[in-house]
């Protein structure tokens, strides 16, 4: 059973209604209790960070994630919700995130390194290119998915990142995870074929954590 994490801030609809179409079984909750008890957790989110995590560290959610991750059971973070597992942001002024992953999340400055200036948020298909290992990736081809950011995720540790997209040149982390923590900066619900097939397999994981108890 998935938890999705409600801290008023998530694209609760989509997210569920593409956990439907697998036929996953999932619920959503505010509470901290409720939540322990998930096979696996999945944070969305859409809106600023500073905000997100204002609404996680008020309600105790914050807290609650972290002892999660630290008891092993995956955790995926999508959009916005995976920017939340990094370790701070910029966006409007410097926020620390919940720590999961190493790095800092920045705004796309608008112009490349040549002059030239591009669209932010950055909105539409890019294709996927795999760059490390994740067990979201299995049996999948390197498939177009869906953005729509202003915000992505820098690090200096390349074992974080399994898979980018190119935008202007600027290799934008995807998909990012280590040990349990997982995270696809786009939307897979919006993804067509390859977003349901990640999707898929991350409740795989939540499948096989059930039976491991």
Wanted: charged share 20%; aromatic share 10%; glycine share 12%.
């Amino acid at each position: 059973m998935i938890g999705i994490v409600d801290y008023g801030m998530g694209n609760l609809f989509s997210v569920s209604k593409a956990l439907e179409r697998l036929a996953t079984p999932y619920f959503i909750s505010q509470y901290s209790e409720n939540l322990k008890k998930a096979d696996a957790l999945l944070v969305p989110g859409v809106g600023s960070f500073r905000d997100a995590m204002a609404a996680l560290n008020r309600t105790g959610l914050a807290e609650t994630i972290r002892e999660y991750a630290a008891t092993g059971k995956p955790i995926l973070g999508i959009c916005l919700g995976m920017q939340l597992l990094f370790e701070e942001s910029t966006e409007n002024g410097l926020t620390p995130g919940l720590g999961l992953l190493p790095g800092k999340v920045e705004r796309f400055s608008g112009t490349t390194s040549e002059g030239e200036t591009y669209k932010v948020p950055h909105m539409g298909w890019n294709k996927l290119r795999f760059t490390g290992d994740s067990p979201l990736l299995e049996s999948i081809d390197e498939g177009y998915v869906y953005f729509v950011h202003s915000y992505y995720a820098k690090t200096s540790e390349p074992d974080v990142l399994a898979a980018v997209g190119d935008y202007f040149g600027i290799e934008v982390p995807a998909i990012v995870g280590r040990g349990n923590i997982h995270g696809m900066q786009f939307h897979p619900e919006k993804s067509s074929s390859t977003g349901m097939e990640l999707l898929r397999n991350f409740a795989k994981l939540a499948e096989e954590r059930k039976v491991e108890k």
